[in-house]
Every structure is written in structure tokens, then in C-alpha cells.
């Protein structure tokens, strides 16, 4: 816009020089006939620059609200990478998540999630993980989620209904927790709904009672 305003304060100069020399003409006629053909000149001129710079000024503007849309297959592939988790192990993380959240809740799904994540992040955790399955898989995801005598629907194995549901809420709910790791809460543990434990908190309305905070020095 700079160059605009340049091609403008210049274009009135120059009128302005033309308008005051013609003013001394003493014969009207030619004064008449020789003033509006400069002036149309000089908007020729000036015109098409003007236009050059509106142009590119669009461009530029649709340019930068170009937008990146991101695939669901996008954010599965980063969350294999980013978890070392296989293709199966996801589908069984996935499966047992469902199992264990309220049916067609969001909100459930996504806590189940963060609890599992939690259970990584915690030393007392992790070592039991590192016990069970070797060294380093007490951090991963899935085998926190298939520690014995935890996830009741692995153990019975009723988490298998799950393994091809990959388009749902719940789905959605754990794609977006690990895709983000947008904290939800900090709990380690949870029972069912019906289940009351003293100072549990519970994120939907028929979801489970979350409780066990994960303590800052038990945090890796």
C-alpha cells in the first residue's frame, strides 16, 4: 500500500504544477482543450498501478487463511509413532477404553483414557509394569492397560466386542486425549458408577467415581 500512496501524493503534486502554469494561459480556449486531456493523462497514469497493488493485496490475504485439515488416520499415525504402539495394541487399548467408560459418553471416554495415561506417569506404576512385562513397558499405554487384576473387561475378556468399533464418541474421545494430551484430570483409579468411593469425582452423568490422585512425588 506504500507504493499507492506514493503514486497518489505524486500524481497531486504534478496536477497541482499543471493546474498553476495553466493558469497563466491567457487564451481560454486552448486552456480549456489542453487541461482535461493532461488530467486524463495523469489517471492513466496512476490507474493501473493502483490495481497491480489491490491485486496482489488479495492474493496474499486468501493465502493466509489457507487451512491444513488433519485426518483422523493423520492423528492415528502420530499417536502410533509418538506411544510405540502397533496397529493391535491400539485396537485393544481402544477396546478395553470402551469397555470401561460409560456407554455413548465423551466425557468417559476420554477420563478412562487420561486415568491409563496417569498410570504412566506415576513410579509405583510404571515399576509394576516393568515387573510384570520387562524393562521400559511399565511407560506404554497398553501394557499398563492389560496389567493382571486391573482391567476387569480384559481379564474376562468381554473387551473384545470392541475391537472393531472405530467410529464413536468414545473413539473420538481417546483419539483427541492422546492426540492433544489435554489434561483432563489427575486420578489413578476409578470404580463404576454404583460403586461410591469417598471424595471420588465423576466427569458424566452415569460415568465412573475417579479417585487416587496421582502425588507430585510419585510423578515421573
Known amino acids: 500500500m506504500n507504493k499507492l500512496v506514493e503514486n497518489t501524493y505524486v500524481s497531486h503534486n504534478l496536477w497541482g504544477w499543471i493546474n498553476k502554469k495553466f493558469?497563466?494561459?491567457?487564451?481560454?480556449n486552448s486552456k480549456y482543450l489542453v487541461l482535461p486531456l493532461i488530467y486524463i493523462f495523469?489517471?492513466?497514469?496512476?490507474?493501473?498501478?493502483?490495481?497491480?497493488?489491490?491485486?496482489?493485496?488479495s492474493i496474499t490475504r486468501q493465502d493466509s487463511y489457507t487451512t491444513i485439515v488433519i485426518t483422523k488416520e493423520d492423528k492415528i499415525a502420530y499417536i502410533l509413532d509418538k506411544y510405540n504402539l502397533t496397529n493391535e495394541q491400539f485396537k485393544v487399548l481402544n477396546a478395553i477404553v470402551l469397555s470401561?467408560?460409560?456407554?455413548?459418553?465423551y466425557e468417559d471416554a476420554y477420563a478412562v483414557i487420561n486415568t491409563i495415561y496417569n498410570r504412566t506417569h506415576s513410579k509405583n506404576w510404571v515399576a509394576s509394569g516393568n515387573k510384570y512385562f520387562g524393562n521400559n513397558k511399565g511407560e506404554n499405554l497398553y501394557y499398563q492397560a492389560i496389567m493382571p487384576n486391573q482391567f476387569v473387561v480384559y481379564q474376562n475378556g468381554t473387551y473384545k466386542k470392541y475391537l472393531n468399533t472405530t467410529d464413536s464418541i468414545g473413539n473420538d474421545a481417546i483419539i483427541d486425549f492422546l492426540y492433544t494430551e489435554d489434561i483432563m484430570h489427575d486420578y489413578l483409579s476409578f470404580?463404576?458408577?454404583?460403586?461410591?468411593?469417598?471424595?471420588s469425582v465423576a466427569f458424566s452423568e452415569n460415568g465412573n467415581n475417579y479417585f487416587n490422585k496421582l502425588k507430585e512425588e510419585n510423578h515421573i
Do not use: D
Request: glycine fraction near 2%; hydrophobic fraction near 45%.
Open 42 to 57: 495523469v489517471i492513466l497514469l496512476v490507474v493501473p498501478t493502483t490495481n497491480v497493488i489491490i491485486n496482489r493485496v
Open 191 to 199: 470404580r463404576s458408577s454404583y460403586i461410591k468411593i469417598s471424595g
Open 100 to 105: 470401561e467408560a460409560e456407554f455413548n459418553s
Open 23 to 28: 493558469k497563466r494561459i491567457k487564451r481560454i
